[in-house]
């Protein structure tokens, strides 16, 4: 199970920080990631994290963001900086593990001009 947190309202160039808390044994042996969907749009990546902490991110967000990870806590985070009205959307934390991929329920990310 994944529960992510910490989404809101935010003014563009402010910054709001993602967590998402996992149960279960797998998340360190687990890649995570987030993605977001705006409204009317695919869901796309945002940020992955290996096991090993090598990171990967989305061309319009490389230098704004940054995806790390707490295995002690289970949990991993989206620090996002110098936010723009484009990146409101849903944001979602996922976990593959094994190839098998599990999805927490989004929390809502809304950049205002």
């Known amino acids: 199970q994944l529960q992510a947190s910490g989404g809101g309202l935010v003014q563009a160039g402010g910054s709001l920080r993602l967590s998402c808390a996992t149960s279960?044994?797998?998340?360190?042996?687990?890649?995570m990631g987030w993605y977001r969907q705006a409204p009317g749009k695919q869901r796309e990546l945002v940020a992955t994290?290996?096991?090993?902490?090598?990171?990967n991110y989305a061309d319009s967000v490389k230098g704004r963001f940054t995806i790390s990870r707490d295995n002690a806590k289970n949990t991993v985070y989206l620090e996002m900086n110098s936010l723009k009205p484009e990146d409101t959307g849903v944001y979602y934390c996922?976990?593959?593990?094994?190839?098998?991929?599990?999805w927490g329920q989004g929390t809502q990310v809304t950049v205002s001009s």
């Open positions: 996922n976990a593959n593990f094994l190839g098998a991929n599990f």
């Open positions: 279960g044994s797998f998340f360190s042996r687990s890649v």
């Open positions: 994290i290996t096991t090993g902490g090598s990171t």
